[in-house]
C-alpha cells in the first residue's frame, strides 16, 4: 500500500496552482526522514534545488547540513522543506529574492499537509519570511492544526554573504538556538 508520503508526492508533483509552475523544472517537495522530529521551513528552491528536486542542496543548504550537524544527535530525524516547492524567478530567469505572496498562500496548502504527515515535534523557521508566514502573530500566519512548537535561524544564505567573523558568530548563534530547542522537545519524549 502506498505510504501517505508517496500518496502527497503524486498529489503535489505536477501541481499547477500558482503561476511559479512556468518557470521550474521540478517541483521541491521535501528531503530528510519523513515522519520527523524537526522540521526546517525555509523560503524557495533555488537552482540547485531546482535542478536536484530536492530543498536545501546549493550552498547554503550545504551550510545548514554543517549547522544542523553539530547542533542536533544523528538519532533525531529532520526533514526539510520551503513556503514554496517552485523557483520564483523574474523576467530574466533570475531567482527573486522572495517569492509572491500568492505564491505562498497558494503552496500552504501543500505545507499544511506536509506538516500533518512530516508530524513534527518542532518546526524551525529558515530565514525572515519563514517566521513571518508561520508565526502565529502575524498576518499572513499559516495556521497549523496541530499547534507545534517554532524557533528561527538566520537563512545561511545570509550567513553566507556576511564576512568570515560574521558568519562564524552567526553560524554558533543557530548552533546554539538549535541545539537548546531540540533538547527541550526531546526531554517532554
Ligand atoms: Fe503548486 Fe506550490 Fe509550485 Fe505554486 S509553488 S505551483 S502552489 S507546488
Known amino acids: 500500500m502506498a ?13 499547477t496552482a500558482c503561476e511559479l509552475h512556468k518557470d521550474r523544472q521540478n517541483v521541491v517537495l521535501a528531503r530528510g526522514k519523513i515522519p520527523c522530529d524537526v522540521l526546517f521551513v525555509g523560503e524557495a528552491p533555488g537552482q540547485s534545488e531546482d535542478c536536484l528536486s530536492a530543498p536545501f542542496v546549493g ?4 551550510l545548514l547540513d554543517k549547522i544542523v550537524e553539530r547542533a542536533i544527535a544523528s538519532d533525531v530525524r529532520v ?33 499544511q499537509e506536509f506538516v500533518e504527515i512530516a508530524n513534527p515535534r518542532l518546526i524551525v523557521c529558515v530565514g525572515k519570511l519563514a517566521k513571518d508566514w508561520l ?55
Request: net charge neutral; glycine share 4%.
Open 135 to 189: 508565526d502565529p502573530g502575524w498576518k499572513h500566519s499559516i495556521r497549523f492544526h496541530a499547534k507545534i512548537p517554532l524557533v528561527d535561524i538566520t537563512h545561511p544564505a545570509f550567513i553566507l554573504r556576511a564576512n568570515i567573523a560574521q558568519q562564524g558568530l552567526l553560524c554558533q548563534k543557530a548552533t546554539v538556538i538549535l541545539r537548546n530547542a531540540v533538547e527541550d522537545i526531546l526531554l517532554k519524549r
Open 59 to 62: 550552498p547554503a543548504g550545504q
Open 3 to 15: 505510504s501517505h508520503y508517496s500518496l502527497f508526492v503524486e498529489k503535489w508533483k505536477s501541481c
Open 79 to 111: 526533514a526539510f522543506t520551503n513556503l514554496v516547492c517552485c523557483i520564483p524567478l523574474d523576467d530574466d530567469g533570475v531567482k527573486v529574492s522572495e517569492p509572491p505572496d500568492e505564491a505562498i498562500e497558494a503552496c500552504s496548502i501543500r505545507l
